[in-house]
């Protein structure tokens, strides 16, 4: 069972496009994080966000957490080849345990 | 510094088998969380241990074991194996705490058969 729900499920779009990955759940989380993944590779942690409201930049990467702690969302701007790859949204509950999203599958072509 | 280790890579099984599955986590980490990923999904919870003690399971059967030793490795022990169980399952080590992001293995690919 997934907490955390992810749209788009699948995200196809042209170099130097930008795009926003949305991550939902009807849970209060203590902190949130975003990872991507590539094939054969385990995730890879991006960034963590703990406050409700808080917006974190990295580079071309924009990471949001909403007012209530319940969601997130990664916006990409001019989205590059290398972007390519699984984006999994997971949060924190209250007992420390991490829980992951339903991923989004970005594949960006040149 | 070395990262997350997994042991072995690959593993092919037949149903009804037991398997184990090792991990050492970074040095100085004391948390170890375990994840089963299956092909195109996010990784699911399946145990956390920090300090030997299970601090976490997710929902997942008793078939499902897993311990932590005084060097904090971890083993992930599946029982009874279903066809299902055949997945990628991928170690996760931390310090512990909100702040901090695991640190993943790159997973052992099981193919129960």
């Known amino acids: 069972t997934q907490l955390l729900e992810q749209s788009p499920q699948f995200l196809s779009i042209q170099e130097g496009e930008n795009l926003t990955v949305y991550c939902n759940s009807s849970?209060?989380?203590?902190?949130l994080q975003w990872y991507r993944q590539e094939p054969g590779e385990g995730p890879v942690l991006l960034v963590t966000v703990v406050t409700g409201g808080e917006v974190k930049k990295l580079k071309r990467l924009t990471f949001q957490f909403g007012d209530a702690r319940k969601d997130s969302s990664l916006h990409i701007t001019a989205a590059q080849t290398g972007d390519t790859g699984l984006y999994l949204c997971a949060g924190f509950t209250g007992a420390n345990n991490l829980f992951f999203g339903t991923g989004t599958r970005l594949t960006v072509i040149p | 510094d070395a990262g997350v280790t997994q042991s072995p890579t690959h593993l092919i099984k037949t149903r009804g088998q037991h398997v184990t599955l090792r991990c050492s986590p970074i040095?100085?980490?004391?948390?170890v969380s375990w994840y089963q990923q299956v092909l195109g999904q996010g990784p699911q919870f399946i145990f956390q241990?920090?300090?030997?003690?299970?601090?976490g399971r997710g929902n997942f059967p008793d078939r499902f074991s897993a311990r932590q030793f005084p060097n904090y490795s971890s083993e992930l022990n599946v029982n009874a194996l279903l066809l299902g169980d055949s997945a990628l399952y991928l170690c996760?080590?931390?310090?512990?705490?909100?702040?901090?992001?695991?640190?993943f293995g790159s997973g052992t690919r099981l193919t129960v058969v």
């Open positions: 996760a080590s931390s310090l512990g705490g909100l702040a901090y992001g695991y640190t």
């Open positions: 040095s100085g980490h004391k948390s």
């Open positions: 241990y920090y300090e030997k003690e299970e601090r």
């Open positions: 849970s209060v989380f203590s902190s």
